[in-house]
């Protein structure tokens, strides 16, 4: 059942659930043209709660606290604002699992609402102390590391800011809690290790440079670079002047040129994926996406939907085999949206955006930056085939 005042908002997570799970019954309820649910509400019938932070004059914690002092009410999954204040607060108010509102990402909600249903059909599935639930308090121990802060969290793992204890170096650590007898999680953790092969012996001044790999009774981890300026979306939401821009696209191009040579797509380049050093360059990160080529269509089921909606090509949003020419896209929209610093295609819901990628025309530069349009026109091409057919092409040109 997905509770929150925004139509747009209930029919966009009503499509992850039915992509994912063809057959489910999905019920919505809008409580501010309807009225709120009454003290009585226990959720009977569902298996799980979306709850969204849009609950017109009442207070979402409120609701949540009303809910969760049910007993037996389903798993709520709560949607709001970003950061971590809001997460904690609606977590100690009653909900399983906390995800930004602008922030979904359509496996990563998968897997949590698979977690929580497993933990319903069997409560001792599922840890009370896994890494992404984890307070300040009762962080893992990692032999070698002395954690500092939390950074992010994720449904199956954390990535911290750590100190190597022998050399005293920063590192990120992302830490994945396993539990090697649950086999219904061995395909997270079989990913989280392909993470670390895939880039581990990387070497290149804009792709994040990984030190370490553990694996223990009950975590993994993967000690990195540690990225201290921040990402790509918060210094696009600041402002980039067209030149930096230029710079930041070429240091990406460069990257991907080095991924696709040995045979790596990333799948999910996006802003948020791409983190600035102290002294102003760029690194990709997060590969959790990311396939050897010549893998993608043996472990890849058809029709199978990777990335994110903003930042996906065409063949992508369609689940068509994706290739090196996939990211080139990608990183078409980033550029656009590093000079202009609205995205080229808006829509409600996610297939409106991936409509809008396979079916309207590209966007016009404003004038001051038509010196570009070209890039943008020829990596925005509908078709794979009409697009630089590897990285370097862009690259050299900026």
């Known amino acids: 059942m997905i509770i929150d005042g925004q139509e747009a908002f209930r029919r966009l997570l009503g499509h992850h659930v039915s992509v994912h799970w063809p057959d489910a019954v999905v019920t919505d309820y809008d409580p501010v043209a309807n009225g709120h649910l009454s003290s009585t509400f226990k959720g009977a019938g569902n298996d799980l709660i979306l709850l969204g932070d849009r ?64 933990a319903r059909r069997d409560p001792s599935s599922v840890s009370t102390s896994r890494v992404g639930e984890q307070g300040a308090g009762n962080q893992p121990l990692i032999k070698g590391y002395e954690l500092r802060q939390r950074i992010s969290s994720g449904t199956h793992s954390a990535v911290y800011l750590a100190k190597h204890e022998k050399t005293g170096q920063s590192v990120a650590l992302k830490v994945l809690r396993h539990d090697p007898h649950d ?36 975590h993994a981890h993967i000690a990195m670079e540690y990225l201290s300026g921040g990402d790509l979306k918060a210094r696009i939401a600041e402002g980039i002047e067209h030149g930096r821009a230029a710079q930041y696209a070429r240091q990406i191009a460069s990257a991907l040129n080095q991924i696709h040579q040995v045979g790596i797509l990333h799948r999910d380049l996006k802003p948020g994926n791409i983190m600035l050093r102290a002294d102003g360059s760029l690194a990709l990160i997060d590969f959790g996406l990311a396939k050897h080529m ?40 980033i550029f656009f949206e590093m000079l202009t610093g609205e995205k080229p295609y808006l829509a409600d819901n ?24 070209a890039a943008v026109n020829t990596m925005l091409a509908k078709k794979p085939e009409d697009r630089p057919q590897s990285a370097a092409e862009i690259e050299a040109w900026l």
Request: net charge negative; aromatic share 10%.
């Open 294 to 333: 010549r893998l993608t269509q043996t472990i890849t089921d058809s029709g199978e939907i990777f990335g994110t909606p903003y930042y996906m090509s065409p063949e992508q949003g369609r689940g068509h085999d994706a290739d090196a020419r996939s990211d080139i896209y990608s990183l078409g929209i």
């Open 55 to 118: 609950q017109g004059d009442r207070d979402v914690v409120d609701v949540l606290k009303q809910f969760s002092s049910q007993q037996n009410f389903p798993p709520i999954i709560f949607f709001g604002g970003a950061g971590r204040t809001i997460s904690h607060a609606a977590i100690a108010a009653g909900a399983s699992a906390a995800i930004p509102r602008k922030e979904i990402r359509h496996n990563e909600l998968v897997e949590t609402m698979s977690d929580l249903l497993q």
């Open 183 to 218: 086999d219904t999680k061995m395909e997270t953790f079989d990913r989280f290790l392909q993470e670390y092969e895939l880039i581990a012996d990387l070497d290149h001044p804009n792709i994040v440079r990984i030190f370490d790999l553990g694996v223990s009774d009950d």
């Open 350 to 373: 996610a297939m409106g955006i991936i409509f809008k990628h396979g079916e309207e025309p590209i966007p016009e530069l404003p004038v001051a930056f038509a010196r570009y349009q």
